[in-house]
C-alpha cells in the first residue's frame, strides 16, 4: 500500500468508525476479522476437547505438559521456514492452504475418537502436526493487517485483533461445553472442525497481499536474514524478547486451571469453564483499552506497566483461598496480559520495515512457540511441590526478571521516543 493511499484509507476509516474502532472502517479488515473469528472459535473449541482427552486419558499433570511441548518444538522451528514463505509468496493463497491441512489433521483425530482407537499417542501426533502448521496461520494474517489499514489505524486492527481472539477463548469452550452434553464428545469436536471450514471459506473474500521484497534471496537466506535484521535493531530485539517472558508464564497458568479447578478449589468441569471463561473476558477487556487507547504515544510504558502488575495478579492468584477471589484475579491477570502482549506486537509491526513484516510477525510466533516450553517444568514442580506455590514462585520469578528489563534497559524505557521518532521518519 502506498503512503497516499494509507492515509485516504485511515482518513476514511477514521470518520466512519468510533474512536477505538476504525480499522473496522475497512472492508478487507472487516473479512479478515470475521475468518479470524470463526477459526478461533472452532481453535479454542478443539483445544477444549484436546485438553480434556490428554487428562482422561492419562489423569496425569504431565499429559498436559507434553501435550504442549510437542506443539512448541515444531512451531519454534517451524516458525523461521514461515516467516521466509510469508515473505516470498502470495498470502491469502498460502492461509487457504494452512487452514485446509490443518482441518484435514483435524479430521483425523476425529475419526480415531469416533472409532474408540483414540489413545495418548496419536493425541500427541496430530498436536505435533497442528504446531507445525499454526506458524503458517497467525503470522500471516499479522503480515496482511498493515497492508489493509496502514500505519495510523495498526493500532486500532492490532487490539480489534486480540480482542476477537479473546472472544474466541470465551465464546469456543462455553459453546464446545454445552455442546459435549448434548452432542457427545465427538459431536461438538465435530462443530469446531466445521467452524475452520467457514473460516477457510471467508478468506476466499480477502484481497490479494503479495510481500514486498526488495531483494530476493534464497529460502535460507531469507530465514537467516531474520536474526540479521533484529541483530540490527536493537528495539525490536528488546520488545521481542520483553514480551517472551510474560507469556511464558501465562500459558502454563492456562494450561494448568483443570488442575486448580479439580484439586484446589474442586469446583469440577463447570468451574473450569468459568476460569477459562474469565481468561477470554480479560482479554476483551484488554483489547477494548488497547483499541480506546490506540494512537496513544506512551505504548512502551503501558506495556512495561501492565506486564509488572500481570506478575502480581498472577501470584495473587496463585494463592487465592477463594474460588470467587480467584476468578476476579484470573480475570485482572487476563486484561493485563493481553494489553501487554498487544502493545508488544503492535510496536513490533511499527519498528518492521514492509518488506521483514512477515518474518517479524513469525520471530512473535517463535516466542509464543517456546512458551509452551515453560509448562513442562511447572508441571514438574506442580507434582512435586503442588501447583499453587509453583505458579506463586514463578510469578515472583516473572517480576525480577521485568525489573531487570527495565533497570538494565536504556532503549527500552527510551522506546516511546524512538517510535514517535519511527513515525515522523518518511
Known sequence: MSQASEHTTAAAAKHAMPKGFEALGCRPFRWLIGALLCFFLGMQGQLLVRSLLAWQLTHSELSLGYVNLVVALPMVGMSFLAGAIIDRIER????????VLIMVNELILLSLLLLDKLTFTPLLVSSFVMGSLFPFVMPTRSAMVFGMVGRELIGSAMALQSGIMNVGRIVGPAVTGALIPLLTLPGAYAVAILLHLVATLTTFMLPRSSPEQQ?????????????TYIGQHRPIMLVLLFGLFPILLMLPAHSMLVVFAEDVWQVGEDGL??????????????????ARFSQATT??????????????????F???????LALLLMLCASMLNDITQ??????VQLLAHNEVRGRMSSMMMVSLGLTPLGVLPVALAAERFGIAPTMLVASLILLCIL????????????????????????
Open 273 to 290: 469453564g468459568l476460569l477459562m471463561a474469565m481468561v477470554g473476558a480479560g482479554g476483551i477487556s484488554g483489547a477494548f483499552i488497547v
Open 299 to 316: 505504548r512502551a510504558r503501558w506495556m512495561l506497566c501492565t506486564g509488572t502488575l500481570f506478575g502480581v495478579a498472577l501470584a495473587a
Open 403 to 426: 525489573a531487570l528489563f527495565f533497570a538494565l534497559s536504556p532503549t527500552l524505557r527510551r522506546l516511546d521516543l524512538t517510535l514517535q521518532r519511527a513515525a515522523a521518519a518518511p
Open 342 to 347: 498487544t502493545m508488544n506486537n503492535t510496536i
Open 92 to 99: 491469502r493463497r498460502l492461509l487457504i492452504i494452512t487452514q
Open 318 to 324: 496463585s494463592m487465592s483461598p477463594w474460588f470467587g
Open 215 to 227: 531483494a530476493r534471496k534464497s529460502l535460507l537466506g531469507d530465514m537467516l536474514y531474520s536474526f
